[in-house]
């Protein structure tokens, strides 16, 4: 059965029914219909959220197709639940690039989903078109202030790098020229598109506390120069109180549900190699205010969406998790271990054992922060007990603790042995988080670090363009901000094609963009994609609608 199919079997529950089993009076939140609803920030209360535990989930270097993390990160809470650990799961909200795209959406999988799962892949509660609505009032603001003969700030548009953006997979937007069609038309100047995940509004969300810094944030997006070389931040152009106020709803966490009935925090959703790749620290601690534990997710590897989670996200929310998930496959693996892809579900000790360095390094990551590790081997159907055994040797000799998570096709149920490990670490009290970097190490420090300890790099190289701009950022008082380091997920370096564990390769940091409003800098190694393109059979052929409204083809 496919994941649509068997979400369609489940009957929901009523949101109120959600909420009150939540802790939240359903007379106080925001309805979207029967089955999907916003919580107002007041509910979040600090003192409750210190005595949740937080748990990470985690991954290795993924495949093209990723590992389960947010399968795992469902099913896990499932098993919480089941072993009578109020528990809820926090993650980021799908971008419809991928929905029609090739990776498809992010509400997990088989009998570890959250619901409804049509509408939490489509437009879910229209936070992405609010977030796209700001963004692209600050770039029409920017462009009308470069036409404007009176109100001028004197922006050289050779220096501005805010582009626009729409939440949709193509690439015939990734550069354009904008201002023909004559005088009344603006300046033209080359600019471009990014989707809309990849918007610094949206890591601005998610890493907000509330109202009045979500404006404050957005005043301080960085915009360029004038051509009297002064930096022009958005609150000159006099537009973050408008962009706010456009973001009023998209701010407040959005509660679903799982697959077995538990409450459920969607929000917000950055890329994780080019921002924080975690869902927001509102939902985070609204979880954590009404559970004993909150299990929430970091994008891609651990290498990237966690490491921005520790460094970034836990030192500005003041948070911590009690431990760390890193969700396993065989198939990646063997993928790093040599194997092709095309031949990933056939049985390949050799491959996988080739592979297990990868692993190894991420294990060897995660106590960096002071934090244990948990490996959770998503199962698949292609998976041998010979390949399973192989990951629990290693596991034995590194003495850590590991079980095989059948979330896909069991759900809670099949995480039950991993719900008992997570209890004994959490419990244990154990964690003793610490960051990576002190933020007001200088940055070429913060980046070293990062690429030495845990990409595994020899040494760090800049090219000319990011020696200067490292000297204009220090020049503008922002070299205090942490780093979130753009990098590709496919490797522990900054080259794709260099699987498994690579050693001895230095990383080269090309640029380094300003993100003053999110509140960091990003060195970016490689080519970054931040505007996908469409497969030659895109999912959307798949997908269609009955004259009744029924929907098929969605996963």
Not at 69 to 92: D, M, P, W
Not at 406 to 434: C, P, R, T
Not at 516 to 530: D, K
Request: proline residues 5%.
């Amino acid at each position: 059965m496919t994941d649509l199919q068997i979400a369609k079997k489940v009957k929901l529950k009523p949101i109120t029914e959600i909420a009150e089993k939540f802790g939240v009076d359903s007379n106080c939140i925001e309805m979207y219909g029967n089955d999907k609803a916003k919580i107002p920030l007041s509910f979040i209360n600090r003192n409750k959220a210190k005595k949740s535990n937080l748990i990470l989930v985690s991954a290795i270097s993924p495949t093209p197709a990723g590992e389960g993390k947010t399968t795992i990160s469902i099913g896990l809470s499932e098993a919480l639940n089941q072993l009578n650990k109020k528990t809820t799961v926090v993650l980021r909200e799908p971008s419809l690039g991928p929905v029609f795209g090739i990776k498809g959406g992010a509400t997990g999988g088989g009998y570890s989903q959250v619901l409804p799962l049509e509408d939490i892949n489509l437009h879910f509660t229209g936070d992405f078109s609010a977030i796209e609505k700001a963004h692209n009032l600050l770039a029409a603001v920017i462009d009308n202030n470069i036409q404007s003969k009176t109100n001028s700030l004197g922006l050289d548009p050779r220096t501005i790098t805010w582009k626009r953006v729409v939440d949709m997979n193509d690439r015939a937007l990734r550069r354009i020229i904008v201002g023909l069609g004559g005088t009344s038309s603006g300046i033209p100047r080359e600019t471009g598109f990014d989707i809309t995940a990849a918007s610094e509004i949206m890591a601005i969300l998610c890493i907000s506390k509330d109202l009045s810094d979500l404006k404050k944030r957005l005043g301080n997006i960085f915009i360029g120069y004038t051509f009297s070389k002064q930096p022009i931040y958005a609150k000159d152009l006099k537009v973050a109180g408008a962009m706010a106020t456009l973001l009023k709803h998209a701010i407040k966490p959005n509660l679903v549900q799982t697959i077995e009935g538990n409450p459920a925090i969607i929000h917000g959703g950055p890329f994780a190699n080019i921002a924080q790749g975690t869902n927001s620290v509102i939902g985070t601690l609204m979880g954590m205010t009404f559970s004993d534990y909150t299990v929430t997710e970091a994008g891609f590897g651990f290498d990237l969406g966690a490491e921005k989670f520790f460094d970034i996200k836990c030192q500005s929310a003041n948070i911590s998790p009690k431990a760390v998930v890193l969700t396993t496959t065989i198939r990646a693996l063997k993928y790093h271990g040599g194997a092709d892809l095309k031949t990933l579900n056939e049985p390949n000790v050799e491959a996988l054992r080739q592979g297990l360095p990868n692993l190894e390094k991420h294990l060897e990551n995660i106590k960096q922060f002071g934090v244990t590790p948990i490996i959770a081997i998503n199962k698949f159907k292609s998976d041998t007990k010979e390949e399973i055994q192989l990951i629990k040797d290693l596991a034995k000799i590194k003495n850590i603790r590991v079980a095989v998570a059948d979330v896909w096709a069991k759900g809670g149920k099949g995480a039950l042995k991993l719900a008992e490990h997570v209890i004994e670490v959490a419990e244990s009290s154990q964690a003793k988080f610490k960051p990576l970097y002190d933020w007001n190490m200088d940055i070429e420090t913060k980046i070293e670090t990062i690429a030495q300890k845990i990409y595994g790099a020899e040494h760090v190289d800049y090219n000319s363009i990011a020696k200067r701009q490292l000297n204009r950022i220090k020049e503008l008082g922002l070299e205090n901000l942490p780093v979130c380091i753009a990098k590709t997920q496919k490797s522990l370096s900054d080259n794709p094609k260099l699987l498994g564990r690579p050693k001895d390769f230095i990383i080269t940091v090309r640029e380094i963009e300003i993100a003053s409003g999110a509140g960091f800098l990003i060195p970016i190694t490689g080519e970054i994609m931040r505007m996908p393109g469409l497969p030659t059979h895109p999912a959307s052929e798949g997908i269609d609608i009955s004259d009744s409204g029924e929907i098929s083809g969605l996963f």
